[in-house]
């Protein structure tokens, strides 16, 4: 076993079979490959690692191999792999059990004996690591060690895993989240300049003039709004209110919502609101009132080629449901209400992170984060990859907060307690 000069620094542990390459099955049940020629990697493992590598952290294979126990496979056969492995991913240490059941050694996932062995031998800090597996012993072994873990599901024919952080389909959709938990757990999270966000920032709101007067703003890239904000806003005529915001504002995309709860009129709505521009996509909802999934007006209309706005949804099956139906459509957006999710007292995180994975194959996608409810969701949004975040505008105005020196709005924040007191006459 090879092993990098060590660190004091999160790592990924990954399983092997089944993370980094394809198992083989039989009945359902997975088992190493049987020698190199057999070795073949999952999809998109390498770029999984190459990413996770680029951000600092340790990449650590923790891998069961009970067939040598067995007389099945031999030690030098499994090392034979395992170089074979590292000569297409750059890994930094592999811990091999060779042991069985019957043996009760301690390096046997589930028990945690290598991830602690590693910890040791590479400096690693165990509370801020993460555990990719795709069993139920990878998952154990991941708790039992005190580390973050992710199951990739693979629906194989045994016990499921007990409780789990993040649950994908492969090693490559858990990038985002792995990122950034290593990244915001140990304060090594550098917030970038707003000029630099990937994130796209939309402004939600229906006041006519803020949302003229933000057009002028170079970081705000569209709009979006609701009958809820419209009606506060005091807007008597829906479409007059509309049109008006589009002559203001008439090259930066615009979601407008129907407000009928009847499919059919729906349908009528969306068709007459597309017509206004071609700036505007039609915001659906996920169900009209009584649950009903909008599933096949979606399919409808998306192969009308009417830009799609699907709002309201807070799950990831809403996410599967939805990107299915604009699969073959034109370009349009899927609105994830994380700040709702977080009023729950939920991590939003994982939850969009498993979004943008459920939509990558659909690049004429993009997830909005929406009702976030701080500055820090646009940095959070902007970490795992999310296309656009919704803010709205009493919220916009903390935007220029983003990186502020802290040490400065520490005597910022002195000086107004200071300058109130002294406003307010206080005596004791």
Same mark, same amino acid.
């Given at each position: 076993?090879?092993?990098?000069?060590?660190?004091?620094?999160?790592?990924?542990?990954?399983?092997?079979?089944?993370? *980094?390459?394809? @198992?083989? *099955?039989?009945?359902?049940?997975?088992?190493?490959? $049987?020698?190199?020629?057999? *070795?073949?990697?999952?999809?998109?493992?390498?770029? $999984?690692?190459?990413?996770?590598?680029?951000?600092?952290?340790?990449?650590?294979?923790?891998?069961?191999?009970?067939?040598?126990?067995?007389?099945?496979?031999?030690?030098?056969?499994?090392?034979?792999?395992?170089?074979?492995?590292?000569?297409?991913?750059?890994?930094?240490?592999?811990?091999?059990?060779?042991?069985?059941?019957?043996?009760?050694c301690a390096c046997r996932k589930p028990r945690p004996g290598m991830l602690l062995e590693?910890?040791?031998?590479?400096?690693?800090?165990?509370?801020? /690591?993460?555990?990719?597996?795709?069993?139920?012993?990878?998952?154990?072994?991941?708790?039992?060690?005190?580390?973050?873990?992710?199951?990739?599901?693979? =629906?194989?024919?045994?016990?499921?895993?007990? @409780?789990?952080?993040?649950?994908?389909?492969?090693? $490559?959709?858990?990038?985002?989240?792995? %990122?950034?938990?290593?990244?915001?757990h140990t304060g090594r999270r550098t917030v970038p300049l707003l000029t630099d966000f990937?994130?796209?920032?939309?402004?939600?709101?229906?006041?006519?003039?803020?949302? #003229?007067?933000? #057009?002028?703003?170079?970081?705000?890239?569209?709009?979006?709004?609701?009958?809820?904000?419209?009606?506060?806003?005091?807007?008597?005529?829906?479409?007059?209110?509309?049109?008006?915001?589009?002559?203001?504002?008439? =090259?930066?995309?615009?979601?407008? &919502?129907?407000?009928?709860?009847?499919?059919?009129?729906?349908?009528?709505? $969306?068709?007459?609101?597309? /017509?206004?521009?071609?700036?505007?996509?039609?915001?659906?909802?996920?169900?009209?009132?009584?649950?009903?999934?909008?599933?096949?007006?979606?399919? &409808?209309l998306a192969a009308e080629g009417i830009r799609l706005n699907v709002t309201a949804l807070?799950?990831?099956?809403?996410?599967?449901?939805?990107?299915?139906?604009?699969?073959?459509?034109? /370009? /349009?957006?899927?609105?994830?209400?994380?700040?709702?999710?977080?009023?729950?007292?939920?991590?939003?995180?994982?939850?969009?992170?498993?979004?943008?994975?459920?939509? #990558?194959?659909?690049?004429?996608?993009? %997830?909005?984060?929406?009702?976030?409810?701080?500055?820090?969701?646009?940095?959070?949004?902007?970490?795992?990859?999310?296309?656009?975040?919704?803010?709205?505008?009493? %919220? %916009?105005?903390?935007?220029?907060?983003?990186?502020?020196?802290?040490?400065?709005?520490?005597?910022?924040?002195?000086?107004?307690?200071?300058?109130?007191?002294?406003?307010?006459?206080?005596?004791?």
């Amino acid at each position: 076993m090879t092993i990098r000069g060590p660190g004091l620094r999160p790592a990924v542990f990954l399983d092997r079979d089944g993370v *980094l390459n394809e @198992p083989t *099955l039989i009945g359902n049940r997975p088992h190493p490959p $049987a020698d190199t020629e057999g *070795l073949l990697l999952t999809v998109g493992a390498k770029e $999984a690692c190459q990413r996770l590598r680029k951000a600092g952290l340790l990449l650590v294979v923790v891998t069961n191999q009970p067939d040598v126990a067995r007389g099945k496979q031999t030690a030098a056969g499994v090392d034979q792999i395992n170089v074979a492995l590292r000569r297409q991913i750059e890994l930094d240490a592999i811990f091999v059990c060779p042991h069985d059941d019957a043996d009760r050694c301690a390096c046997r996932k589930p028990r945690p004996g290598m991830l602690l062995e590693a910890a040791r031998l590479l400096g690693i800090d165990l509370a801020q /690591s993460v555990m990719v597996g795709d069993r139920w012993r990878d998952v154990e072994a991941g708790r039992n060690a005190g580390c973050a873990t992710v199951l990739v599901q693979r =629906h194989y024919d045994e016990t499921p895993p007990g @409780p789990v952080d993040l649950v994908v389909g492969a090693l $490559a959709e858990a990038v985002p989240w792995i %990122l950034h938990r290593t990244t915001s757990h140990t304060g090594r999270r550098t917030v970038p300049l707003l000029t630099d966000f990937r994130v796209k920032i939309f402004a939600d709101g229906a006041d006519e003039d803020g949302i #003229a007067e933000l #057009a002028a703003n170079p970081l705000i890239k569209g709009f979006t709004t609701n009958p809820t904000l419209m009606r506060a806003a005091g807007v008597a005529d829906y479409e007059a209110f509309a049109r008006r915001v589009l002559a203001r504002v008439p =090259h930066r995309p615009i979601s407008f &919502e129907v407000f009928a709860d009847d499919f059919r009129e729906m349908a009528r709505q $969306a068709r007459r609101i597309a /017509s206004w521009g071609d700036s505007v996509y039609v915001k659906i909802p996920v169900s009209d009132t009584r649950g009903v999934f909008t599933g096949e007006l979606l399919r &409808e209309l998306a192969a009308e080629g009417i830009r799609l706005n699907v709002t309201a949804l807070l799950t990831v099956e809403q996410v599967r449901c939805v990107t299915d139906c604009l699969a073959d459509g034109v /370009s /349009s957006y899927v609105s994830v209400f994380a700040g709702r999710v977080a009023d729950t007292g939920r991590d939003p995180i994982p939850l969009m992170c498993q979004a943008l994975a459920v939509m #990558a194959p659909c690049p004429h996608l993009e %997830l909005i984060w929406a009702s976030p409810r701080e500055i820090l969701n646009v940095v959070q949004a902007d970490e795992i990859g999310c296309h656009i975040i919704t803010v709205t505008h009493d %919220l %916009l105005k903390k935007l220029p907060l983003i990186g502020r020196d802290l040490s400065e709005f520490s005597l910022e924040t002195v000086r107004m307690f200071h300058r109130d007191a002294a406003a307010a006459d206080f005596a004791l």
